[in-house]
């Protein structure tokens, strides 16, 4: 069993979470994730490592509740456990040797794209940082951005907050200036990811997403998180969870891999809706 021992509410569907894991935090890097079940009938999810202290001995994950079993955790207090906790899994997010580089991230995926910023700043790197969501509604981790970006760009769909606009808008500004850097590296929705690609491909600079398939078992076992790749004019299938998170953006075939991601939507719903159903049968 896992302790929860902090629980913050970063907006309305995203909530923060740190729990008490010394084995995975002392292994834990940037660009890992982690696989729960809230309770020993519940389905394995994966979740990124947000952040870790070595110290505490604590692992920070940051959800967005979309689905029943996120919901479930959501309802998990301070002080309460989780069943099950596993990691760290993947592969980290190659930093070595980087002298200046953008991350870009948006929504949700601003919390995978926090510890990458936070490790590049750490070595010395310096860092550009562009995240982007719908609304000032909807912003998280504008603080910790701040500390470890040399420049930050916050947009919003709406304009509501920072500048109106996708997070392409900054990026293609500053290579219209000339601007260059060691490596893009993009974390967020599936179009987002498959666009920022689209915009650093001409500049040639290196560009790396960070991919989130469906997943069960994390070890490549279920074949879940297959991703097909198109590498030197050949299509290639590599499994997200033991060769990745991250791959080449420019090999990565985005419209089967948003076409795979919808699959389950609609189960997904249900599953959701009757979780939602059954907390109001319990609070009544």
């Known amino acids: 069993m896992y302790k929860i021992v902090k629980k913050e509410f970063l907006n309305p569907t995203v909530t923060l979470m740190e729990i008490e894991a010394p084995f995975i935090a002392a292994k834990a890097e940037p660009g890992q994730f982690i696989i729960l079940r809230v309770d020993n009938e519940g389905e394995r999810i994966p979740l990124t490592v947000a952040g870790y202290d070595r110290k505490k001995g604590t692992v920070t994950i940051i959800f967005q509740i979309v689905g029943a079993t996120t919901a479930l955790l959501n309802q998990k207090a301070e002080g309460e456990f989780i069943s099950d906790f596993v990691g760290p899994l993947g592969k980290k997010t190659e930093t070595d040797g ?13 919390a995978i794209a926090l510890p990458v910023a936070r490790k590049l700043h750490e070595l ?43 997070v392409c808008v900054p990026l293609n500004e500053m290579f219209a200036e000339g601007e260059s850097f060691d490596e893009v590296i993009t974390i967020g929705p599936l179009i987002m990811m498959k666009f920022v690609v689209a915009a650093v491909r001409p500049t040639g600079i290196p560009c790396t997403v960070s991919m989130n398939p469906i997943m069960i078992d994390g070890t490549g076992m279920c074949g879940g998180c297959r991703l097909t790749l198109n590498r030197d004019g050949k299509k290639v299938t590599e499994f997200a969870c033991v060769d990745g998170p991250d791959f080449n953006g420019y090999e990565v075939d985005f419209d089967e891999a948003m076409s795979r991601g919808v699959m389950y939507r609609d189960f997904e719903r249900h599953a959701y809706e009757e979780t939602c159903n059954l907390f109001s049968k319990e609070v009544k």
């Open 124 to 166: 010395g790197c310096h860092v550009t940082s562009i995240i982007g969501f719908r609304s000032k509604d909807l912003l998280i981790l504008e603080k910790e951005f701040t500390d470890v970006s040399d420049k930050l760009y916050i947009m919003t769909d709406d304009g509501s907050y920072g500048r109106q606009g996708n």
């Open 98 to 110: 980087l002298k200046k580089v953008c991350i870009v991230g948006g929504g949700v995926g601003c």
